[in-house]
């Protein structure tokens, strides 16, 4: 049985979808984390928790390169390591550099670094051409430079973190105020959310104008093959919160014909020659404009829409591909057979609206029991919450499938404004 060494995970949905993957292919792993407590012990119905289910969970400070090799080497000595993954941004660099001193597949990590790091990204784009916006970089800690740089730029601009992900702290500026409130709100973060020190470096771009979506794609042998294209409903409280997403996107085939060639450029132009890439982007009035590369598949259960309209299962494929695997998946969505597929898949998300303790959520069992739902789940009574600026913020979601080629986001919507949420005051401390 081959088995798969994974380091840390997300906790949220592809921290089931990974997990299931790896079983569904008879895979077993080691699970190798920091902080075993981070994780839940068991799914809301009672049953174990995927990522508790692998042949062991090791502990070791994953947050350093070194101890996570070493780990990774005695793990290796007991059981021998077929491949190394992770689902977790913040731990892609380290299971690449694993997979490198082990003489694993996967792809290289200077690649990897590259793509983790936007101000990096946005460098080595401009270095081979590839259209993207006015940007420069300054650190949180120099206000002179700050200035400087969001004048160059020009408003309205973008306030970025360049090692953050899920949407954290990002901000439109359309004045020098906005931009110290947004560069004083990350200096007050210096550590993530998985103990890790943070660059004090911020990325200001150029404000793009134009709807987002995503390029689903994996490569092996340095091949790219891009599955499709996912749209992007943007809103919440900081205008960049992931409020729902609908595959295939609503796309003409010359837009998506240009959405999916910038997209293999700049996968190609950072040096990504394996795995399962996820790569956003905007389509301006002057063409795509790439936003971010994100080598892993994607979250907020677009790997799941995926599934359900083209068969193509993302999590499985970076499973495949990490052990050395070519992939086999259909090429083309059966609509003949086994009574075929939707035509479409999307999943909307509840953000919150405000701060307090959610005491209930009203409408969900009417709109889970819908004939196009496949599955939709909320947060319980007692959760914490706070006004919607990141993707971590949550409340449930509901996805459905949809016979008509765009009908599935407008569905979704529609049920998932029949949801709301009820609230209670923070107890005081």
């Known amino acids: 049985m081959a088995h798969l060494l994974l380091v840390e995970s997300w906790v949220g949905a592809m921290g089931t979808l990974l997990p299931r993957a790896i079983a569904d292919l008879g895979v077993e792993f080691t699970f190798l984390t920091r902080r075993p407590g981070h994780y839940p012990d068991t799914l809301p119905d009672g049953s174990p928790h995927p990522l508790r289910l692998g042949r062991a969970v090791a502990t070791a400070e994953t947050n350093d390169p070194a101890a996570a090799l070493e780990a990774a080497r005695r793990i290796d000595a007991e059981a021998r390591i077929d491949g190394v993954l992770t689902s977790c941004d913040y731990y892609l660099p380290t299971a690449a550099r694993i997979a490198a001193a082990l003489g694993l597949p996967g792809p290289t990590p200077e690649a990897i670094e590259t793509a983790c790091d936007k101000a990096r990204t946005r ?26 740089a969001a004048e160059l730029v020009g408003f309205p601009l973008v306030v970025k973190p360049t090692d953050l992900c899920a949407g954290m702290f990002v ?5 020098w105020l906005d931009v ?35 390029v689903e794609s994996w490569i092996s042998r340095g091949n790219v093959h891009t599955v499709g294209v996912t749209d992007k409903s943007l809103g919440g409280a900081s205008g960049f919160v992931e409020t729902g997403h609908m595959f295939p996107a609503d796309l003409a085939e010359g837009d998506r014909a240009k959405v999916v060639a910038a997209a ?22 002057a063409g795509p404009r790439i936003i971010e590369i994100n080598p892993r598949p994607a979250g907020n259960q677009i790997t799941e829409l995926i599934r359900h309209v083209s068969g193509v299962d993302l999590p499985r494929v970076a499973v495949e591909l990490a052990l050395g695997r070519e992939p086999i998946v259909p090429t083309v969505p059966d609509e003949h057979r086994d009574g075929g597929r939707p035509s479409s898949a999307a999943v909307s998300m509840l953000v919150p609206t405000r701060a307090g303790v ?15 739902v ?42 998932l404004s029949s949801i709301s949420a009820t609230y209670g005051e923070e107890p005081a401390s």
Not at 171 to 175: G, L, P, Q, V, Y
């Open 374 to 415: 496949v599955s939709a789940a909320f947060k319980g009574p007692g959760h914490r919450t706070t006004p919607g600026m990141d993707n971590n913020s949550y409340l449930g979601s509901v996805v459905v499938i949809s016979p008509e080629r765009s009908g599935a986001r407008p569905l979704a919507e529609r049920l």
């Open 171 to 175: 901000r439109r500026a359309d004045s």
């Open 180 to 214: 110290e409130s947004a560069v004083h709100a990350l200096r007050g973060f210096e550590i993530n959310a998985r103990g890790q020190r943070r660059s004090p470096v911020v990325l200001l771009e150029e404000f793009l104008a134009g709807p987002e979506f995503s």
């Open 358 to 372: 959610v005491t209930g959520i009203e409408g969900v069992d009417t709109v889970a029991a819908d004939p196009s």
């Open 123 to 148: 460098a080595v784009l401009d270095c081979v051409g590839v259209p993207g916006p006015r940007h420069t970089t300054a650190s949180v800690d120099d206000p002179i430079r700050l200035r400087t």
């Open 264 to 285: 293999e450029e700049a996968i190609g132009a950072v040096g990504l020659d394996h795995g399962v890439v996820h790569t956003e982007l905007r389509l301006t009035a």
